[in-house]
T-cell receptor
Framework: AQRVTQPEKLLSVFKGAPVELKCNYS??????LFWYVQYSRQRLQLLLR?????SIKGFTADLNKGETSFHLKKPFAQEEDSAMYYC???????????WGAGTKLIIKP | NAGVMQNPRHLVRRRGQEARLRCSPM?????VYWYRQLPEEGLKFMVY????????ESGMPKERFSAEFPKEGPSILRIQQVVRGDSAAYFC?????????????FGPGTRLTVT
């Protein structure tokens, strides 16, 4: 079955420290991968997608097909990065997104 | 191009009343998705609709919840006989025809409080 796992429900790091939010998926094909972010009391918005190879707000994500992972990384966390982050692979033939449970990132000053 | 619109932004209902949440997709989008976010929880898919069709309702509770997306007008998520556990933020998203690499665009959400 297609599944996406974000193992950390909560991740807390200090400002300036590196951040890695994990995302693993189970799918035999080649998914398109997205990270969405929800800042406090705001709507969800796209952070980045693998297909465009962008780096947004210092975040990058590398697709590791061998490990079926798409971890989100940032070398130096900022306080404004505190938010809820969702990994959402596009894995089925209907092109629907499969949503992870989300990771709440807290950046401590 | 206005973004996805949802109204009301805040809705208070007493137990047993009906809640109607509206979602107007972005111009040109004919696909709508509804999600629920319980307090301190992640996003949970509820239902996916195209104009006049329910495509996937696997995340909808079997009772009291229904959704529609008529040919004209907004998509409606209806919750009958609300209970305290229905208190949550309800988000809708829209997209153009799904395809590889397509994005969903989210509305600001409706915060439902059941008293």
């Amino acid at each position: 079955a297609q599944r996406v796992t974000q193992p950390e429900k909560l991740l807390s790091v200090f400002k300036g420290a590196p951040v890695e939010l994990k995302c693993n998926y189970s799918y035999s094909g080649s998914p398109e991968l997205f990270w969405y972010v929800q800042y406090s009391r705001q709507r969800l918005q796209l952070l980045l997608r693998h297909i465009s190879r962008e780096s947004i707000k210092g975040f990058t994500a590398d697709l590791n097909k061998g490990e079926t992972s798409f971890h989100l990384k940032k070398p130096f966390a900022q306080e404004e990065d505190s938010a809820m982050y969702y990994c959402a692979p596009q894995m089925d033939s209907n092109y629907q997104l499969i949503w992870g449970a989300g990771t709440k990132l807290i950046i401590k000053p | 191009n206005a973004g996805v619109m949802q109204n009301p932004r805040h809705l208070v209902r007493r137990r047993g009343q009906e809640a109607r949440l509206r979602c107007s997709p972005m111009k040109g989008h004919s696909h709508v998705y509804w999600y629920r976010q319980l307090p301190e929880e992640g996003l949970k898919f509820m239902v996916y609709l195209q104009k006049e069709n329910i495509i996937d309702e696997s995340g909808m509770p079997k009772e009291r919840f229904s959704a529609e997306f008529p040919k004209e007008g907004p998509s409606i998520l209806r919750i009958q006989q609300v209970v305290r556990g229905d208190s949550a933020a309800y988000f809708c998203a829209s997209s153009p025809e799904p395809g590889q690499g397509f994005m969903q665009y989210f509305g600001p959400g409706t915060r439902l409080t059941v008293t």
